[in-house]
């Protein structure tokens, strides 16, 4: 399926399968998509901003220049994924979420998200990351090394 253009804004997803969809110029805003499954699906200049996308499933997908800002992913599966250009998860909750495998070669802000236990194996950044902010508390970081409690802004 095909999505150009669409806005869904106060919509219910929850559950919803959206696997090998394509959106373009779209946006998904204060809406409940929790454990929706958008498992390889390809995002080009869409927002999802403001959404529950609790354990949602987003394995697999191509991405370019899209934004999750306010969104809460928490428990979400954003691993192995493809970024292309920008890509944002500005005030978000991220926590216990993976983004094993993932390459990030454009630049990225998880600036003031709360990412604590995330999953960060094997992960690339390739260009600039905006950590500012950014709870990182018992994150499994790049290395495998987990993020001390109080680490913000920097795994320490």
């Given at each position: 399926t095909e999505w150009n253009s669409i806005k869904l804004d106060g919509d219910e997803l929850i559950v919803a399968n959206f696997t090998e969809s394509r959106w373009f110029n779209s946006r998904i805003t204060n809406s409940d998509a929790r454990l929706s499954i958008f498992k390889r699906v390809y995002l080009?200049?869409?927002k999802i901003e403001s959404t529950c996308l609790f354990?949602?499933?987003?394995?697999?997908?191509?991405?370019?220049?899209?934004?999750?800002?306010?969104?809460?992913?928490?428990?979400?599966n954003f691993s192995g994924m493809a970024i292309m250009g920008r890509f944002e998860f500005k005030n978000a909750k991220l926590g216990r979420s993976k983004f094993s495998g993932t390459v990030f070669p454009g630049?990225?802000?998880?600036?003031?998200?709360?990412?604590?236990?995330?999953?960060f194996k094997n992960v690339k950044f390739e260009?600039?990351?905006?950590?500012?902010?950014?709870?990182?508390?018992?994150?499994?970081?790049?290395?495998?090394?987990?993020?001390?409690?109080?680490s913000v802004g920097t795994c320490r």
């Open positions: 080009k200049s869409t354990g949602v499933n987003l394995a697999a997908s191509e991405m370019e220049n899209v934004s999750f800002n306010g969104s809460n992913g928490e428990e979400g630049p990225v802000s998880f600036n003031s998200s709360d990412l604590r236990k995330a999953n260009n600039s990351v905006d950590w500012t902010g950014a709870k990182l508390g018992g994150a499994i970081w790049i290395d495998r090394k987990i993020c001390k409690d109080d």
